[in-house]
């Protein structure tokens, strides 16, 4: 199966020789970078297409449950979840810039009408 640079495939290789959980168009342009969070069934991806997914595992194939575009200037080039608090995710990019995004806080719209930069939670 050859599936796009887009694409997030996840391979279980004790099993099988097939990937477990596909999702075919994950980012608009190649898919940089991937994080496991250790802690709860997400993983977060950083792409050219400057974006950073948070995507639950147990539905997968669904849209992604958060999704963080317009900060990054270039693509997304490193995603880390904090390993002591799992709601913490950190992202790097070429743009030289870092960003800290925390799951658990509240989008806040009195605060995000006055900030350029475009949160989308899908939880």
């Given at each position: 199966?050859?599936l796009?640079l887009?694409?997030?495939?996840i391979w279980d290789?004790?099993?099988?020789a097939?990937?477990m959980l596909?999702?075919?168009v994950a980012?608009?342009s190649?898919v ?6 250790s ?11 400057c974006?950073?997914r948070v ?6 194939t669904n849209d992604?449950v ?5 900060h990054?200037?270039?693509?997304v080039?490193?995603?880390?979840w ?13 743009d ?6 925390d799951l ?9 009408s006055?900030?350029?930069d475009?949160?989308?939670?899908l939880?």
């Amino acid at each position: 199966m050859s599936l796009p640079l887009c694409s997030i495939q996840i391979w279980d290789t004790r099993t099988s020789a097939k990937p477990m959980l596909v999702h075919p168009v994950a980012h608009t342009s190649d898919v940089n970078v991937i994080h496991w969070n250790s802690r709860e069934p997400f993983i977060a991806s950083g792409g050219d297409d400057c974006a950073v997914r948070v995507w639950d595992l147990r539905s997968f194939t669904n849209d992604p449950v958060a999704e963080f575009k317009n900060h990054h200037k270039a693509p997304v080039c490193s995603v880390q979840w904090s390993p002591s608090e799992p709601s913490v995710l950190a992202s790097a990019g070429e743009d030289d810039q870092i960003a800290v995004w925390d799951l658990a806080v509240e989008h806040d719209t009195e605060v995000a009408s006055g900030c350029d930069d475009e949160v989308t939670y899908l939880i």
